[in-house]
């Protein structure tokens, strides 16, 4: 396994779980240091003890070192970084021909090269080219089998996929990768067989449709808020047809991550390059990057209007919940639009403090939500961690300087939190509960669920009574 990342390390363990043998080669030094030392470098559920008992069992070895690695392994597989490249979105493919050229070097029998990374149509071409060139000599097959693993989930995906995918027109590398994935066979995890170019464009067209789909549903909940429609009942109306089906239909900040923003963002390069422009995915990453900074306004909105010299909690920090993950998070974004805006900033996320301390240096961070909460101007939930959901609101809403909170993932009950005295802004949630309420709260403003009335607070606190979203 080359790259003991997200995907390799899970992979690699996964696949030493099924009784395979499994060596885990990263050019980290320190990363294969802390394995070796049974330290899971990444936060991943249920990955430490996986990593432990194939240890233990003598499956699965890390190591710097990839020529002994690849030195008598039926298959190679290609799990490193394919960000995007500096300045054109485009997929930055050096760490897999480095790795293509370095495998090269060590193959000596029959040997699956297997591209795992997400890499664009047309790359095994490429990978095959620079080992033939350099190994003419070789016997190898190139084979796409692209990753699908959700993070925070990952174990259980790759071991109850949805489905594996494999492209490949050569027999002899289709047995064996049946042969590797065997034991997903016996689970009847359905294994789409084809060519090498339509697996590569199956990962993007995956990806792009599931961006596709939580930027439609976001827009859908903007327009709730305006005509006074409720986004959640919505997304179950349409969710509920067998055609249209239930996940991704969660509105939200915006999607972010190691995955959506760069591989919309390649398949549009693609697209271009070969002069058929993917226009829904172009709307859709557009879109998207505009919807992440414009959650600051929002908050904004829910103080009067601006931000400036408040404080602003802000619970989570990763791109979703159970990872460690900060790439692309739409914290990010949300973050650097509030501070532009002249907000001070604390925030509290359980697992990717660490990570987000070098990419946001200037904000304070919290060592639990109430500590995070304590004397700001307002409370913004970013992302929807568990421990998020049942969180103490009495004593939430006594460390607030003001009872605000900006819920960006939906996961309080609108009336509920005005019952207890919060000013709450959710997403797509409009008047419609207040009026279900009895309308104690409901002043006949259009709001996205404020707090306006009945509680008293917000005369007490001098908070206005608005209609922005
Ligand atoms: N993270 C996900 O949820 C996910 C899901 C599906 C697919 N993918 C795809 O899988 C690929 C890997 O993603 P990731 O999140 O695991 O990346 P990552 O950055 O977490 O890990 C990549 C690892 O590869 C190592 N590496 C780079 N070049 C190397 C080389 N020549 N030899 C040895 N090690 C090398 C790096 O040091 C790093 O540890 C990407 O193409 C990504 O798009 C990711």
Same mark, same amino acid.
């Given at each position: 396994?080359?790259?003991?990342?997200?995907?390799?390390?899970?992979?690699?363990?996964?696949?030493?779980?099924?009784?395979?043998?499994? =060596?885990?080669?990263?050019?980290?030094?320190?990363?294969?240091?802390?394995?070796?030392?049974?330290?899971?470098?990444?936060?991943?559920?249920?990955?430490?003890?996986?990593?432990?008992?194939?240890?233990?069992? /003598?499956?699965?070895?890390?190591?710097?070192?990839?020529?002994?690695?690849?030195?008598?392994?039926?298959? =190679?597989?290609?799990?490193? /970084? #394919?960000?995007?490249?500096?300045?054109?979105?485009?997929?930055?493919?050096?760490?897999?021909?480095?790795?293509?050229?370095?495998?090269?070097?060590?193959?000596?029998?029959?040997?699956?090269?297997?591209?795992?990374?997400?890499?664009?149509?047309? #790359?095994?071409?490429?990978?095959?080219?620079?080992?033939?060139?350099?190994?003419?000599?070789?016997?190898?097959?190139?084979?796409?089998?692209?990753?699908?693993?959700?993070?925070?989930?990952?174990?259980?995906?790759?071991?109850?996929?949805?489905?594996?995918? =494999?492209?490949? *027109?050569?027999?002899?590398?289709?047995?064996?990768?049946?042969?590797?994935?065997?034991?997903?066979?016996?689970?009847?995890?359905?294994?789409?067989?084809?060519?090498?170019?339509?697996?590569?464009?199956?990962?993007?067209?995956?990806?792009?449709?599931?961006?596709?789909?939580?930027?439609?549903?976001?827009?859908?909940?903007?327009?709730?808020?305006?005509?006074?429609?409720?986004?959640?009942?919505?997304?179950?109306?349409?969710?509920?047809?067998?055609?249209?089906?239930?996940?991704?239909?969660?509105?939200?900040? /915006?999607?972010?991550?190691?995955?959506?923003?760069?591989?919309?963002?390649?398949?549009?390069?693609?697209?271009?390059?070969?002069?058929?422009?993917?226009?829904?995915?172009?709307?859709?990453?557009?879109?998207?990057?505009?919807?992440?900074?414009?959650?600051?306004?929002?908050?904004?909105?829910?103080?009067?209007?601006?931000?400036?010299?408040?404080?602003?909690?802000?619970?989570?920090?990763?791109?979703?919940?159970?990872?460690?993950?900060?790439?692309?998070?739409?914290?990010?974004?949300?973050?650097?639009?509030?501070?532009?805006?002249?907000?001070?900033?604390?925030?509290? *996320?359980?697992?990717?403090?660490?990570?987000?301390?070098?990419?946001?240096?200037?904000?304070?961070?919290?060592?639990?939500?109430? *500590?995070?909460?304590?004397?700001?101007?307002?409370?913004?939930?970013?992302?929807?961690?568990?421990?998020?959901?049942?969180?103490?609101?009495?004593?939430?809403?006594?460390?607030?300087?003001?009872?605000?909170?900006?819920?960006?993932?939906?996961?309080?009950?609108?009336?509920?939190?005005?019952?207890? /005295?919060?000013?709450?802004?959710?997403?797509?949630?409009?008047?419609?509960?207040?009026?279900?309420?009895?309308?104690?709260?409901?002043?006949? =403003?259009?709001?996205?669920?404020?707090?306006?009335?009945?509680?008293?607070?917000?005369?007490?606190?001098?908070?206005?009574?608005?209609?922005?979203?």
């Amino acid at each position: 396994m080359v790259g003991a990342g997200y995907v390799g390390l899970v992979t690699g363990a996964c696949l030493a779980d099924f009784g395979h043998s499994v =060596v885990c080669v990263d050019k980290d030094a320190e990363r294969i240091d802390r394995l070796n030392n049974g330290i899971i470098p990444i936060f991943e559920p249920g990955l430490d003890a996986l990593v432990k008992t194939n240890r233990e069992a /003598g499956r699965l070895r890390f190591s710097t070192e990839l020529g002994p690695a690849v030195n008598g392994a039926d298959a =190679v597989f290609i799990a490193v /970084g #394919t960000p995007s490249r500096r300045g054109d979105g485009y997929a930055d493919l050096t760490f897999v021909y480095e790795a293509a050229r370095e495998i090269a070097a060590s193959l000596d029998d029959y040997t699956l090269v297997v591209t795992k990374s997400t890499v664009p149509v047309g #790359t095994g071409d490429e990978i095959e080219d620079i080992i033939r060139s350099s190994r003419p000599d070789a016997d190898f097959a190139v084979v796409s089998n692209p990753e699908f693993l959700r993070e925070g989930a990952a174990i259980e995906d790759f071991k109850h996929p949805n489905r594996i995918v =494999v492209g490949t *027109d050569e027999v002899r590398a289709r047995l064996l990768m049946e042969e590797i994935y065997r034991p997903l066979f016996l689970n009847q995890s359905p294994i789409v067989f084809t060519d090498r170019r339509t697996s590569e464009l199956i990962k993007y067209a995956a990806n792009a449709f599931l961006a596709t789909k939580i930027t439609f549903i976001n827009e859908i909940a903007d327009l709730c808020e305006t005509v006074g429609a409720d986004v959640q009942d919505v997304a179950r109306g349409i969710g509920l047809d067998n055609r249209i089906g239930n996940k991704f239909l969660h509105p939200g900040p /915006g999607y972010g991550g190691s995955c959506f923003p760069k591989d919309t963002a390649a398949l549009i390069k693609t697209g271009e390059t070969y002069g058929v422009p993917l226009r829904v995915v172009t709307t859709v990453a557009e879109v998207n990057q505009r919807r992440k900074r414009a959650m600051a306004d929002r908050v904004a909105a829910a103080l009067g209007g601006s931000v400036k010299g408040k404080t602003i909690a802000i619970l989570g920090l990763t791109f979703k919940p159970n990872t460690d993950d900060m790439r692309e998070s739409p914290a990010l974004d949300i973050i650097a639009a509030l501070e532009q805006l002249g907000a001070k900033v604390r925030a509290y *996320d359980p697992a990717g403090m660490d990570a987000a301390r070098p990419l946001l240096p200037a904000i304070t961070y919290a060592v639990d939500p109430y *500590d995070c909460a304590t004397d700001a101007d307002a409370l913004v939930i970013v992302t929807e961690w568990e421990a998020f959901r049942a969180l103490n609101l009495q004593r939430l809403k006594s460390a607030l300087r003001q009872p605000i909170i900006v819920d960006l993932r939906n996961i309080y009950p609108p009336a509920e939190m005005r019952a207890r /005295g919060f000013v709450y802004r959710s997403i797509g949630r409009s008047t419609r509960d207040a009026r279900r309420d009895g309308g104690d709260s409901y002043s006949g =403003v259009e709001t996205d669920g404020l707090v306006v009335e009945g509680s008293g607070l917000s005369e007490r606190r001098g908070l206005k009574k608005e209609a922005t979203t």
